[in-house]
């Protein structure tokens, strides 16, 4: 019952979340869904000053979005938390993942994005790393790890593979994985993400899964003009909707409603973007928060 490669034990629990896990022992039995519009007048405004610089490799409201993601976990500890094999682990790391189509195409080719951040990073800092990873895996011919790992049992007879993965799966279930085996895998990130606006889709819920350690999705619509309520009136404003699935187990929905008008105060306010992810919030801003 000690730490596992990725992540911290705790020990100390309230009686209700350690008796939780006995209760309720899959994840994906403790999905909770919700959903906000998020105003991106201001989100765009900034991103087209990113942009006059005329960086070779563009900003996008996607990258935002990311760091938006990262800098809540960062500030709201319980967000890093998950439940594996019945027991409560707190993350080494803040860590976001997705996939990436290599070519919008039926037969197109997907690896895995996943990116560590570190605390001091800024919306800068992950906009590079997105454009270290994402020219690289947009080439065909790369292969991440996990789909390589993949690859290599699929090869095998059946009759060897079968077993083969029934022990990789009790190796995982029991925390005793070789992190060299799940580097790239998006379900022992922090949080993953689902691009689904860059295929045309609006927005929408993704399940949990009881593989790995994940206890967040979020599913990103399409922009558009999408309607608010404002003043007594409605008022299209440009847009997007997001989704999240979350492990109910982690924290309470209290926890979550002040994390989510975190995540949506950094977008409609993307200048806070400019500052490093763990910076706190000023009592000024927390207060706003606070009183919606």
């Known amino acids: ?98 996939t990436v189509k290599q070519e919008f195409a039926d037969n197109g080719g997907e690896v895995l994005c996943f990116v560590r951040s570190k605390p001091e990073w800024t919306v800068d800092d992950v906009h590079n790393e997105l454009k270290r990873q994402l020219l690289k895996l947009k080439q065909k011919t790369y292969v991440d790890e996990s789909t390589g790992f993949m690859d290599k049992f699929n090869k095998l007879p059946k009759w060897i593979s079968r077993p083969a993965l029934d022990f990789v799966c009790w190796l995982e279930k029991k925390g005793k994985i070789p992190s060299a085996l799940v580097e790239t895998d998006p379900y022992h990130s922090s949080v993953v993400l689902a691009n689904l606006g860059s295929i045309g889709l609006p927005s929408g819920y993704h399940h949990l899964t009881n593989w790995g350690t994940t206890s967040m999705f979020v599913v990103v619509g399409e922009y558009g003009k999408i309607p608010f309520f404002e003043n007594e009136q409605v008022v299209f404003k440009d847009g997007v909707e997001l989704g999240f699935t979350v492990d109910e187990r982690i924290a309470d929905g209290f926890y979550f409603s002040k994390s989510f008008k975190m995540l949506k105060l950094f977008l409609e306010q993307p200048e806070l973007l400019d500052r490093p992810l763990n910076e706190k919030l000023s009592d000024e801003l927390w207060e706003k928060i606070s009183r919606k």
């Open 1 to 98: 019952m000690g730490d596992r490669f990725d992540a911290k034990y705790i020990k100390d629990l309230d009686s209700m979340h350690f008796i939780m896990p006995f209760m309720f022992p899959d994840r994906c039995d403790n999905m909770a869904f919700f959903s906000f519009k998020i105003d991106l007048t201001n989100l765009n405004e900034f991103v087209r000053k990113k942009n006059e610089s005329n960086p070779d490799y563009k900003y996008n409201q996607y990258q935002c979005i990311v760091t938006a993601m990262l800098k809540v976990i960062y500030l709201r500890s319980k967000l890093s938390l998950f439940i594996h094999d019945k027991k409560m682990y707190r993350r080494n790391e803040v860590s976001a993942a997705f």
